[in-house]
Structures are given as C-alpha cells and as structure tokens.
C-alpha cells in the first residue's frame, strides 16, 4: 500500500467496528451507475474491478430493502438531502464474500476499498454503526477546515485591496486558490453553503 491510503487507515479506530456485517450486505455506490462501473471495469480501472469482483448487484430497491429496509431508506434519505438521488441510476449491492457470522471469507485478500472502508466521515454507514460518532467527528472537522479557508479568504481579500506591491497580490492570489480548493474538495457535501 503507498503511504497516504496507510495514514488515512492509521487514523481511523479499528475497534469501532460491531462486526454486524450490514455495511457489507446492502451498499451502493453514488457515483459510478452499475453500467459506468461495468465498462470503467472493462477498460481496466482497478477500482472498478474490484468493486464488481466484491459486490453484486440486487435486481432492485425493494430486493435490496429485503435483506435490510433501514439501511436502504437510510441510504436513499441521505442521498436526496444531498440531491444525488435518482432512482433510475441507484443500485444497491451485496458483498458476495460476507459469511453468515458477518465475517469477510478474504479478509486478508480483501481490496483497499474494503479496508478503507468508512473512508471519510461522509460515508453513509448504516444506522447504529460504531462508526456513526467518528463519522460525526470527521464531518465537523471537515467543515471547520472550510469554514477556516473561507475566514482566510475574506482576510486575504482584504489584504489584497489594501496592498500596491504586485509581488504580494500573487502571492495573495495563490494563496486563494489552495484555500478554493479546499473548499471544492468538499463541494458534493454542500461545502459552498457552510
């Protein structure tokens, strides 16, 4: 593994985990439509491959709701707050090596994803999941760093209307854009209204 996939699972607690197995049970990927997953597979995209090779797809939302309403009704809530609920374009998947004990039969083998996995505190993760109170955490920490960069930004704006020296507004200037970025990184979860 390379060292930034090592430092984002160095910091999250490895014992938050209940072992209930519902993460692994009903999952869906908001990003990627089965099809988009399929075809980026096909053209070799590791990430793709290895969430086909780990997940199969359920025939439908209500298949999926079977095997765990909550989870499922969790997961379309969460999408539609953020806008990114389209029915037409939703699956949700199973993992197909989780066992009756909710274990992982290729634990060691498993894909970076399954180990990253609550990558972020953005995650939708089950409701009761040990992790619910970390993902808080890194949610509130992600919005204070942009709350920080748009203060940082107004002070900048000011500096940059007060100063004559060219040099100095580049620099300004430059600066703006890292702290723009921080703020696009975050953009799908409503970072431009926080």
């Known amino acids: 593994m390379n060292s930034y996939i090592d430092n984002i699972i160095s910091q999250r607690p490895k014992d938050l985990c209940k072992k209930c197995g519902r993460c692994c049970r009903v999952a869906t990927n908001n990003k990627y439509t089965y099809n988009q997953l399929k075809n980026m597979a096909s053209d070799g995209n590791e990430y793709a491959q290895d969430f086909i090779k780990v997940f199969e797809p359920y025939p439908s939302i209500e298949a ?55 990558a972020n505190g953005w995650v939708v993760i089950p409701p009761n999941c040990g992790y619910e109170s970390w993902g808080f955490m890194k949610r509130e920490e992600d919005m204070r760093k942009v709350r920080r960069a748009k203060e940082e930004l107004i002070d900048l704006e000011v500096m940059k209307k ?33």
């Open 64 to 118: 999926a709701r079977a095997v765990d309403a909550e989870i499922v009704d969790n997961i379309i809530k969460n999408l539609k707050e953020q806008n990114l609920y389209d029915e037409n374009d939703i699956t949700f998947y199973g993992c197909r090596y989780i066992t009756d004990n909710n274990l992982c039969s290729i634990y060691e083998e498993r894909p970076i994803m399954c180990s990253l996995c609550p």
């Open 162 to 194: 007060k100063t004559q020296n060219e040099e100095l507004s580049k620099k300004i200037e430059a600066v703006e854009k890292k702290l723009g970025k921080t703020i696009d990184m975050f953009s799908e979860y409503g970072s431009h209204s926080w």
